[in-house]
Nanobody, 121 residues
Framework: QVQLVESGGGLVQPGGSLRLSCAASGSIFSIYTMGWYRQAPGKQRELVAA???????NYADSVKGRFTISRDNAKNTVYLQMDSLKPEDTAVYYC???????????????WGQGTQVTVSS
């Protein structure tokens, strides 16, 4: 069984910063791409940023230059540093990971429970 646990959300003023963390645990053999998605009220879930096991990154146009994704493979953890936050960044942020488990050996996408980020003055 695999769990993804997010932390770091909260309320921040426009222009401020937050850092999200997501740690994967359980019967993990290998983790491939890890990513962050977000879903605002009344909108579809969208990809914010993703990072491969080799460190290649991909960002949504709306966050390029403001957000930075990174990972610590030894800790099975992915981070999202969010700077210059805007009210339109307000959403529930979800962590996702492409994981192969040990027993049984199976590959699939796993999701965290989500963490609220609110950008408001």
């Amino acid at each position: 069984q695999v769990q993804l646990v997010e932390s770091g959300g909260g309320l921040v003023q426009p222009g401020g910063s937050l850092r999200l963390s997501c740690a994967a645990s359980g019967s993990i053999f290998s983790i491939y791409t890890m990513g962050w998605y977000r879903q605002a009220p009344g909108k579809q879930r969208e990809l914010v940023a993703a990072i491969t096991s080799g460190g290649t990154t991909n960002y949504a146009d709306s966050v390029k230059g403001r957000f930075t994704i990174s990972r610590d493979n030894a800790k099975n953890t992915v981070y999202l540093q969010m700077d210059s936050l805007k009210p339109e960044d307000t959403a529930v942020y979800y962590c996702s990971a492409d994981i192969t488990t040990n027993q049984p050996p199976r590959r699939g996408d796993y999701w965290g429970q989500g963490t609220q980020v609110t950008v408001s003055s």
